[in-house]
């Protein structure tokens, strides 16, 4: 299963880069028939690997018609990425999904390599051992109040 998501995933951005497009439409029965796996598959890969905390959101429209719309939010451009951020945290974040997010903005060139670093520091378990029933709450309270101190 891994090998067919990865080369899902490595399809779709592939098409995403190719015309530098931040928005792609695809029709996911069309993307399983090519790729010879059940829809679900396809599902799987859009809801694992295009997540908002990766930059991307999902749109769809079911029936005859219907389509799959990936959008890579650009971070540079994008005036609401901090509210999208946000609120893609909520009230709780696990370590990893914390994590994937400053990779993210690191990858992307928001914040700098030290900044990342500062901030995995700042909410990864050795910090927040004394918080032991708590500590996702206060690690998304501390990863949110860095990024609004970070994007302003």
Do not use: H
Not at 28 to 54: G, M
């Amino acid at each position: 299963m891994t090998i067919v998501s990865d080369t899902i995933e490595k399809f779709i951005l592939s098409l995403m880069n190719k015309d530098e497009k931040d928005i792609l439409e695809i029709q996911r029965n069309e993307l399983a028939e090519y790729f010879n796996c059940a829809p679900s598959q396809i599902n799987y890969v859009l809801a694992t690997r295009f997540t908002p905390d990766k930059g991307y959101f999902i749109q769809s429209k079911r029936g005859g018609g219907g389509y799959i719309k990936i959008i890579r939010v650009n971070i540079k451009e994008n005036k609401d990425i901090r509210e999208i951020l946000i609120n893609s945290i909520g009230n709780s974040i696990t370590k990893q999904k914390a994590y994937t997010i400053i990779d993210n903005l690191k990858e992307k060139g928001f914040i700098t390599k030290r900044e990342s670093l500062i901030m995995k520091n700042a909410i990864g378990d050795r910090a927040l051992s004394i918080v032991n029933g708590y500590k996702n709450n206060l690690r998304a309270t501390i990863i949110k109040d860095m990024l609004i101190a970070l994007i302003g």
